[in-house]
Structure formats: structure tokens, C-alpha cells
């Protein structure tokens, strides 16, 4: 079974522009989770989306949105890029079963923010 | 809220030898599970093992383990007959039990950074 692909992997924007990231979960997962890693702040949950609908939401600013879509690819959008958003941007899937879920994450998008 | 702590910036072993990585959480959940998550310099991120906090059985997965210990609220990583290609960043986690609601969100411990020496 493929596992958690992200695209693209690497991106460059300017401050003020908008990006969009996407994650195609594993086949069967009906929840995505995004998270942002940097060296400062670590991993923060930034939202999770299940059925499309967004269920969860960490504490970022409403620049950072997200949706589902019926076949539970995900993507997230940040607008109004400043320079702080440069990151590691994962996403993570589940089964959504309580006896043996898990997250299982993708390779993750480097975004880098000039 | 939860929070995860990784006491150990960084390590380093020799390659054959046993590690232990610590972790410590703190939470008023009766219900939970936790994770010890690995990422390499690659940077995908990888499941290591899974605990679920009603088990008393402590978790393990071939050279890895855990000391589950709940009522100090520990969750300790150990590595065994240590290998080139567990050098990596080791982040130790904790999520909620699902419920019909759902709570898909991990906390994050800061991590610790492993270097296995040949």
C-alpha cells in the first residue's frame, strides 16, 4: 500500500505571496493531519480534517486554512506569507479506528519563505 | 492540556550497544496513547512503537522497547544492539483515546538527537 505522499516537496516564495500544499493520504484513511516543524517551535498540530470537515485546529492565525476533499486528499493554504512560515510542513494519516490507530506521516514540504 | 518532555538534547553510542531515550508527559487523561516517532535526515518521519495506556504490557517492535510507566508518567525508548541506520531525531508523543468526536492531535516532545558511532 503507498504510503503518505506530499507535493511538492520543496518551495520558494516571497513574503506576501500565498502557497498551497497538498497531502494524498494512505488508501482508507479518511483523517489528515498537518503539522508544522521548525527548529524553533518544534512540531505544532495545525489542523485535522476528517469526512471534510475540520474537526481540530492548533493555535495558528487564520492566514493557515485547510479542507478535504471526498476522497480524502487534503491541502493547505497559507496566505499573506511572512518569514516565520518557513518550515517543514507534514501531514499525517489515520484510520480513525481507536484499537489501533496511529498516525502515519508523509515526507513532508519544505517551505522556504524570502 | 498535555505536555511532552524530552530531557536529552542529544546522544551518541557506539554501534552493537543498548540506548535508552527518556520521555515524560504529563496529562489528566485516564486514556491515551503515546509514540515514539523517529526522523532521520531525510526528514520523513517514521513510527517507531506504540503504546496504549490501558496496556500494562510494555510495547516492543524487534530491537525496540518501552518502559511504560504510568504512574510516574514515563514513557522511556530503548534500543538494542544499536545500528548505523538508527541515527536520527527521536521524538517521543501523545494523543488523546479517539472518541466519537475524534482527536487525531499529537503533542510533541522537543526530541532528541541520536547518533550512532561506528
Known amino acids: 500500500k503507498a504510503g503518505v505522499t506530499q507535493t511538492p516537496r520543496y518551495l520558494i516564495k516571497t513574503r506576501g505571496q500565498q502557497v498551497t500544499l497538498s497531502c494524498s493520504p494512505i488508501s482508507g484513511h479518511r483523517s489528515v493531519s498537518w503539522y508544522q516543524q521548525t527548529p524553533g517551535q518544534g512540531l505544532q498540530f495545525l489542523f485535522e480534517?476528517?469526512?471534510?470537515?475540520?474537526?481540530n485546529k492548533g493555535n495558528f492565525p487564520g492566514r493557515f486554512s485547510g479542507r478535504q476533499f471526498s476522497n480524502s486528499r487534503s491541502e493547505m493554504n497559507v496566505s499573506t506569507l511572512e518569514l516565520g512560515d518557513s518550515a517543514l510542513y507534514l501531514c499525517a494519516s489515520s484510520l480513525q479506528d481507536p484499537h489501533t490507530d496511529t498516525q502515519y506521516f508523509g515526507p513532508g514540504t519544505r517551505l522556504t519563505v524570502l | 492540556a498535555q505536555t511532552v518532555t524530552q530531557s536529552q538534547p542529544e546522544m551518541s553510542v557506539q554501534e552493537a550497544e543498548t540506548v535508552t531515550l527518556s520521555c515524560t508527559y504529563d496529562t489528566s487523561e485516564n486514556n491515551y496513547y503515546l509514540f515514539w516517532y523517529k526522523q532521520p535526515p531525510s526528514r520523513q518521519m517514521i513510527l517507531v512503537i506504540r503504546q496504549e495506556a490501558y496496556k500494562q504490557q510494555n510495547a516492543t517492535e524487534n530491537r525496540f522497547s518501552v518502559n511504560f510507566q504510568k504512574a510516574a508518567k514515563s514513557f522511556s525508548l530503548k534500543i538494542s544492539d544499536s545500528q548505523l541506520g538508527d541515527t536520527a531525531m527521536y521524538f517521543c508523543a501523545f494523543m488523546k483515546s479517539i472518541s466519537n468526536f475524534g482527536n487525531e492531535k499529537l503533542t510533541f516532545g522537543t526530541g532528541t538527537r541520536l547518533t550512532i558511532i561506528p
Open positions: 480534517y476528517f469526512s471534510e470537515t475540520q474537526r
